[in-house]
């Protein structure tokens, strides 16, 4: 089970610091989408810290269970948030992204929490 933990929370980092990067950047088609949704160009670099910040907290969390559970509780509340500003904005075909992040978070949260 800790091989899956793994595997999966490095997974989950990649993408959370992918993300943060695109946020950080400002890459242009990332912004549009989601001032499109209705987030606005200041939550870019908050958001994006919050990321890194989960991103470390699964790395950390392999080696103490605690701030990996907490780091995945944490990143299912923000991708719970993403989710709705997507919902609201009724932006469909943007939805899997944020929803793929969720479960995996979930599953991290899961695996941690039956390990600890």
Not at 15 to 30: G, W
Not at 79 to 99: E, M, N, R, Y
Request: with cysteine; hydrophobic share 65%.
């Amino acid at each position: 089970m800790f091989v899956a933990t793994v595997i999966i929370s490095v997974l989950l980092a990649a993408m959370l610091s992918m993300s943060a990067y695109f946020k950080i950047t400002r890459r242009p088609q990332f912004v549009e989408g989601y001032a499109a949704i209705g987030v606005p160009d200041s939550w870019l670099n908050p958001l994006a810290g919050l990321l890194l910040a989960g991103a470390a907290g699964l790395l950390v969390g392999l080696w103490w269970a605690p701030i990996g559970i907490a780091a995945a509780a944490g990143l299912i509340l923000y991708f719970l948030g993403g989710i709705g500003f997507h919902v609201k904005a009724k932006d469909w075909k943007s939805l899997p992204v944020p929803t793929v992040m969720l479960i995996l978070s979930i599953v991290v949260l899961v695996l941690r929490c039956a390990m600890a």
